[in-house]
């Protein structure tokens, strides 16, 4: 079946010729070529694209965050000029519900509305105001009930069916530990609810074709994921869904979940005529899952020498209204609960709840970013109860090669913990605050203050974290590379389904082929579902899985060239490689014969699939299994201002140390680490959704804060090249692990500066000025 022609704008959305010469590849800092258009704005996102004859889709979400639906009425909404459908859940022909793991979210609500903001009916029009004014015009009948909002009041009702997954990890005695220990210290803490904040909204445009079957441009992190839910709401095979990457205006997770992928569709195939959904902020925040809010109860027992000899643990995570990753994520947090230290006695009960609130799944760090704050809070507070400095407590206790973890698993590969903290701990610390730049001091600049009350505070943190998918799955990612002449000039093209959501994947693979093959020209094609699945863009997965993939196939293209050229020019093959467009001797440096001239018109082409070392599911009662084919660690140290008389907060200086195993561009890898920092920088001092009796009260970027520029502090990245035993190049996954530690860090630097508490993140004002109002400390 041949798909229909891309809408204009013709050119790709993500794919692009990346052109550039032998600096560019593995380890070189090559640019990347959506790099230029984005900052232009020429870069076409997923909302950029519109087709002649296209119309718009829009969605009526409910106001209630739990409804019972007596009745639905679209009679004025069909009967307003220039709508040709109204849809709800009776229109939906294939499966009703959705989801990634456990299908239970409604296409279209029907009998019950469980969070504010879930979809009850959609309508195409031939403008969007149109669209919106039928919206008005659709009649529901509510019978609004009480909301459950509490996430401990869902989990006492054992007959309710609201937790989601109990995890237990049981590791040693760890209640003979504690009595054994000398100290004992036992903290709360709370993480509010972060949104992943991504700047291009959801959107999506989906084209019918006349035999039925339909093609969806979307934004997506795992394309044929999407593709398996789609196809089985609409009630087609999954050929009949064709799937193309559309521009990726960020992700970090909350692209894992459906959003208008399946209404779009339904409206397609309804009118047959091309429809776009485009969510405005407003309803983004309504449109995709956020990051767990947690309540962590910790307790650490250590001799007075520092040793942590057990820890105890307690995590509760709000899911929301329905499943998506919350059962996944809540494994995450508890596998993590005790940190990157070797601690020989180990209790962890982690709880997954569901509630009347917005839905929560995936979000970088998935689930880490929770237990890692809860740990590093506890490990100051253990420090001080010790009378011990706080990195030396880190140190002594860090975990290495040959730990066994909580799970029953020992680490292996690197695990550099102690270089890492070393590493910050004798970085020279910024200038103190003084002199008259108003800018150097927390809220100098509206002017407030000339330094009274402004107090320094330095903090540490360590996080650790798997990488890639755990648990006995047997994850993989496929690419298919073809080596030609074009235009007189060897071209290599690289087809794979991985998403671009931002994090440099087309460099990566553009790279790989210029390595591998040597050759100049590299073609990345725009993914979609006709090529093999690579897997979800998440898990800190993508460079490692892909990555493997196309090198595998580069492998089996150069194979076959350097067969063919030693059969052509009577040489031993293995004096034989691949450089500068040509096939070379090893011994002379001479070239044996161009790839111009061993090709002609002729095409070398190969598939791989690459598959990671195997592991083993979880034990169900005991937590115990060897899950992951990798653990990856970061470590920061902030540098914080904090005036105390008003609670205001200057972040002074970020430091970092991050081993990233290879960095195959190391300019990216940077990149990475500051946006990831950036991000916990954000959940420690600014960034919570507001949810009140289950509404949400600051859907937009007016009133959920996120860093900016000005507030993002100078940045000290440290990479240490440690090369992972199992992985293409040594590399290790580096998206994810500096949101685990940048948060802790900042709001360990704050308590050093304040000597409070702090259990609670995002830290707001009021928070900081408990020392001067008569609050307590610890």
């Not at 009850?120 to 009480?146: C, F, G, K, Q």
């Not at 073609?523 to 090529?531: F, G, H, I, L, P």
């Not at 150069?558 to 070379?584: F, K, N, Q, S, Y």
């Not at 990475?672 to 960034?687: D, N």
């Amino acid at each position: 079946m041949t798909a229909p022609a891309a809408p204009s704008p013709a050119a790709p959305t993500t794919a692009a010729t990346v052109v550039g010469g032998q600096l560019d590849g593995v380890g070189e800092s090559a640019h990347r070529p959506d790099g230029v258009p984005k900052v232009r704005g020429d870069f076409a996102y997923s909302s950029d694209l519109h087709p002649e004859g296209v119309l718009w889709g829009a969605t009526l979400r409910s106001p209630h965050p739990h409804a019972r639906i007596r009745g639905i009425d679209t009679i004025g909404a069909l009967a307003t000029p220039g709508v040709l459908a109204v849809l709800t859940h009776e229109d939906v022909p294939g499966r009703k519900v959705y989801g990634m793991k456990v299908a239970d979210q409604p296409v279209l609500a029907w009998d019950e509305v469980r969070y504010e903001g879930e979809p009850v009916a959609i309508v195409a029009a031939d403008h969007p105001e149109t669209a919106r004014r039928a919206l008005s015009r659709i009649s529901v009948d509510y019978r609004v009930l009480p909301p459950l909002t509490e996430p401990e009041v869902a989990l006492a009702d054992p007959g309710g069916g609201h937790l989601l997954r109990h995890v237990k990890i049981r590791h040693g005695d760890v209640d003979r530990a504690m009595e054994e220990a000398d100290v004992v210290v036992a903290g709360e803490y709370r993480v509010g609810m972060q949104d992943p904040a991504f700047l291009g909204p959801e959107s999506g445009l989906a084209v019918p074709s006349d035999d039925g079957s339909v093609d969806l441009f979307v934004a997506s992190q795992h394309l044929h994921e999407d593709r398996d839910q789609i196809a089985a709401s609409l009630g087609l095979d999954a050929d009949d869904v064709r799937v193309t990457l559309g521009g990726v205006g960020g992700a970090f997770g909350g692209r894992e979940d459906l959003s208008v992928h399946i209404h779009t569709c339904l409206l397609a195939l309804r009118t047959r005529r091309p429809v776009k959904m485009s969510y405005g902020r407003e309803e983004s925040f309504f449109g995709h899952v956020h990051r767990h809010p947690a309540w962590i109860r910790i307790e650490h027992g250590a001799r007075w020498d520092g040793t942590i000899v057990g820890v105890r643990a307690r995590l509760l995570l709000d899911g929301g209204a329905y499943t998506s990753t919350s059962h996944i994520v809540i494994a995450n947090a508890s596998y993590f609960a005790a940190g990157a230290y070797d601690v020989p006695n180990v209790s962890i009960d982690g709880y997954a709840v569901s509630t009347n609130n917005p839905p929560c799944g995936a979000m970088r760090g998935f689930g880490a970013v929770q237990a890692c704050y809860a740990v590093e809070s506890n490990i100051d507070k253990l420090a001080r109860a010790l009378g011990a400095d706080p990195v030396d407590l880190r140190v002594r206790n860090a975990l290495r090669v040959g730990t066994i973890l909580p799970t029953g698993q020992a680490v292996d590969g690197p695990a550099p913990v102690r270089e890492l903290l070393e590493h910050l701990r004798h970085l020279p610390l910024p200038p103190e605050p003084g002199g008259t730049d108003l800018r150097m001091l927390p809220g100098g600049l509206g002017n407030v203050t000339h330094g009274e009350g402004v107090r320094r505070g330095v903090g540490y943190a360590v996080g650790m974290k798997a990488i890639g998918f755990s648990g006995g799955i047997d994850d993989s990612s496929t690419a298919r590379v073809t080596l030609a002449v074009v235009a007189g000039e060897p071209m290599v093209e690289v087809r794979t389904a991985a998403a671009e959501c931002g994090q440099g994947i087309v460099t990566i693979q553009a790279q790989i082929a210029r390595t591998e093959l040597g050759v100049d020209r590299v073609a990345v094609a725009q993914a979609d579902t006709s090529m093999a699945d690579a897997g979800s863009s998440s898990a800190s997965r993508q460079t490692w899985m892909t990555g493997g993939a196309v090198k595998g196939a580069c492998d089996a293209v150069r194979a076959e060239v350097l067969r063919r050229a030693a059969h052509r020019i009577e040489a031993p093959l293995e004096d034989l490689t691949m450089a500068g467009g040509a096939v070379v001797r090893r011994s002379s440096g001479q070239v044996g014969v161009t790839l111009h001239e061993l090709l002609g018109t002729d095409a070398v082409e190969a598939s791989f699939e690459y598959h990671h070392r195997k592991t083993v599911a979880i034990d169900p009662e005991s937590g115990q299994g060897d899950a992951h084919i990798a653990f990856a660690y970061a470590a920061h140290r902030a540098v914080v201002d904090v005036d105390t008389e008003l609670g205001l907060v200057r972040v002074v200086e970020m430091a970092t140390a991050q081993d990233v195993g290879k960095a195959l561009n190391p300019v990216a890898v940077e990149g990475q680490i500051e946006g990831g920092t950036a991000q916990g920088l954000g959940l420690a001092l600014l960034e919570e959704v507001q949810v009140v009796d289950g509404h949400v009260r600051n859907p937009s970027f007016t009133d959920y804060l996120i860093p900016t520029i000005l507030d993002m502090p100078p940045m000290r990245v440290q990479l240490f090249e440690l090369p992972h035993p199992d992985s293409p190049y040594g590399l290790n996954g580096v998206g994810e692990p500096p949101t685990l530690s940048s948060t802790p860090a900042i709001v360990n630097a704050l308590r050093h500066a304040t000597g409070l508490d702090l259990p609670r993140v995002p830290v707001r004002p009021e928070d900081l000025i408990a020392l001067t109002q008569g609050g307590s400390t610890p």
